[in-house]
């Protein structure tokens, strides 16, 4: 189907829920979406203008179905079924392969055990979990098990029970020596139950059952038991507050952040037990095209699917048009009511803040600085209309004080980054006047002048013109490559009332803002700053060289060959004042020397007498 075709048939569909399914011209499928007005969503993508990303995918349909929905639950429900089904490119899809263990205890065992497992079986076992990394599970478990002195040896109960001598973490404390006679089914079982009591998050409900089994002990004077209890309960304190308990099945608050970076993005959930952060999973992926309530709604439907466990409540940064339908979707799958909300004020706005800030931090860490680059450079091709990414920039600025000296830079950025050597200084010839856009029509017509002359260090052309200024400087510019017969985007650089770039904008006055993306953004406001940097120290060198010129041209006797000798031979002004009537005359004729300590040292009130030789 020709593009108007496919506008045609978009405009055409009903004013209802459901999923579209988008395919190229092979028939495979590429994007799948929902819609709570099919006619609406899906005539979307063919007006108009849109990012990169999505322009991209659009030029890529040659045919689309729909399936209308009654409802926009069963929308959401179909599309999650054909996303995991045709797998198309264009939709997000976590990775598969992250796997969420799970403590497997075997509760039907006489001494039951702790393993870690990726899925649950039906084997009648009790499974805890799912929690974050592997290797912390073990390592939680191990701690636990110290904790309350349980066997972390390879021994098999009952089987090995009085078969040999307790092993050394029996003598070091670590183990009650459950393979001792005199120790109970019922006493391992004990402790076993506290351990499963710490993984699932109780450890308020252990300690004071712990505490009250303590001084009931101490009361009936066991001391030694009491003691016992006293060495359990620190232990799990202990546990505690280095929370080596993994926010799990008990997670009754999760905080979601969300943050889209030029090349990647990143999906953050800090889970909460009672108030208390206890872990944080994070999901990065190419940054996508739709918005964001769309993305975070995808992603949230594929994670917790994956994950298999839904808190109680779901803190979002930004409300979501289909709110309800996934309240119905988690509520359904966990089997407990599920609530998403989206907090404005007070402590949950807190927790959604630093889970966005999060998501922020591993987005960078995550991203290349090629990555940003590229897409950094990508935008501005399509917000240019240019045919490729501009690779090669030159910008330009000038600067003056009034009438004189007045002078230009030309800064080079190749992938974003300045290429210094390309650099290039100019002393503007045609002008004893003031004059920014006569000044740049000048300076661009020497630049291009010199390409034509096939001058080595002018012969790569630019792919995009930036300018210091309005429209005007752009046209000025523009114009001289008009006539030159070279066809380079031009635009200016045009700042806001606090001195930062705002907006790029065409020599017809057409501007492009630039605040809204922020890599874009201190991209032109880095090459502006620094191209008004380099032209305004070459002004400053030039008017300091001015100065020392004039005050040595006053002194008789001292033409353009003596004063260059002087400054060559003394570097500054300054020195040249300070050195001896001998030093000077090592440099010029003894009589110019006598002239030129005269001039300095009576224009400073000092007087001395010296005769000739």
Request: hydrophobic fraction near 35%; proline fraction near 3%; aromatic fraction near 8%.
């Amino acid at each position: 189907m020709t593009f108007e075709e496919l506008r045609a048939k978009a405009n055409g569909l009903p004013l209802k829920p459901g999923v579209y399914i988008m395919m190229d011209k092979t028939g495979k499928v590429i994007y799948v979406g929902k819609a709570k007005l099919l006619k609406n969503r899906v005539s979307s993508y063919f007006r108009g203008e849109h990012e990169p990303k999505t322009e991209l995918m659009v030029s890529k349909i040659s045919a689309f179905d729909v399936i209308i929905a009654n409802t926009e639950f069963e929308a959401l429900v179909l599309e999650n079924s054909l996303i995991k089904h045709h797998m198309p490119q264009y939709n997000i899809l976590l990775k598969d392969d992250k796997g969420y263990p799970f403590i497997r205890v075997d509760v039907k065992s006489a001494y039951p055990s702790f393993t870690v497992v990726s899925k649950i079986e039906q084997d009648g076992a009790r499974y805890l979990g799912p929690y974050g990394k592997r290797g912390n599970t073990f390592s939680a478990i191990e701690a636990v098990k110290k904790a309350l002195k349980l066997p972390t040896c390879g021994k098999k109960f009952p089987r090995d029970i009085g078969k040999e001598r307790p092993c050394l973490n029996y003598h070091m404390g670590t183990c009650r020596a459950y393979c001792l006679k005199d120790t109970t089914e019922e006493e391992y079982r004990e402790s076993i139950d506290a351990a499963i009591a710490i993984f699932e998050g109780k450890t308020s409900e252990l300690t004071k059952k712990l505490t009250a089994d303590m001084e009931e002990s101490a009361a009936a004077l066991q001391f030694e038991l009491a003691a016992e209890k006293r060495d359990r309960l620190r232990a799990i304190g202990h546990l505690a507050e280095r929370q080596f308990v993994i926010a799990g099945s008990m997670a009754d608050t999760d905080a979601v952040g969300y943050f889209r970076g030029t090349a990647k993005s990143c999906f953050v959930a800090l889970h909460y037990i009672g108030g208390s952060l206890l872990d944080k999973d994070f999901e990065l992926f190419e940054s996508p095209f739709e918005e964001d309530e769309e993305a975070v709604s995808e992603i949230l439907r594929q994670y917790y699917e994956r994950r298999g466990v839904w808190p109680k409540t779901i803190y979002l940064p930004f409300a979501l048009t289909d709110k309800e339908a996934l309240e119905q979707l988690f509520s359904e799958s966990a089997g407990h009511r599920v609530y998403i909300e989206t907090p404005q004020r007070g402590d949950k706005t807190k927790l959604v803040e630093t889970a966005n800030i999060n998501a922020r931090e591993e987005t960078e860490r995550a991203t290349t600085y090629e990555e940003k680059t590229s897409k950094t450079l990508e935008w501005l091709m399509k917000a240019l209309k240019m045919e490729v990414p501009p690779e090669r920039i030159e910008a330009f600025d000038i600067s003056n004080t009034g009438s004189t000296d007045i002078v230009a830079s030309m800064t080079v950025f190749v992938d974003g980054k300045p290429l210094k050597r390309d650099y290039r200084k100019f002393k503007i010839k045609t002008l004893d006047i003031q004059d920014d856009y006569h000044s740049m029509a000048e300076v661009v017509s020497r630049r291009i002048a010199r390409y034509k002359s096939e001058d080595e260090k002018f012969s790569q052309l630019s792919d995009l013109m930036l300018i210091d200024g309005g429209a005007a400087h752009a046209n000025a510019a523009k114009k001289i490559l008009l006539e030159a017969g070279i066809s380079i985007p031009v635009y200016g650089m045009v700042k806001d009332d606090r001195h930062r770039t705002r907006a790029l904008v065409s020599p017809d006055g057409e501007e492009i803002g630039i605040s809204s993306h922020p890599a874009v953004f201190a991209l032109i406001g880095t090459i502006q700053e620094e191209t008004h940097r380099f032209a305004i120290e070459f002004h400053r060198s030039l008017r300091s060289k001015n100065s020392y010129q004039s005050k040595l041209d006053a002194i008789e006797g001292i033409g353009e060959k003596r004063r260059n000798a002087l400054l060559k031979s003394f570097g500054s002004l300054k020195a040249i004042k300070a050195a001896t009537l001998d030093e000077l005359a090592a440099v010029v004729p003894k009589n110019t020397a006598e002239k030129v300590y005269k001039h300095f040292h009576a224009e400073s009130g000092e007087e001395e007498n010296y005769e000739s030789n």
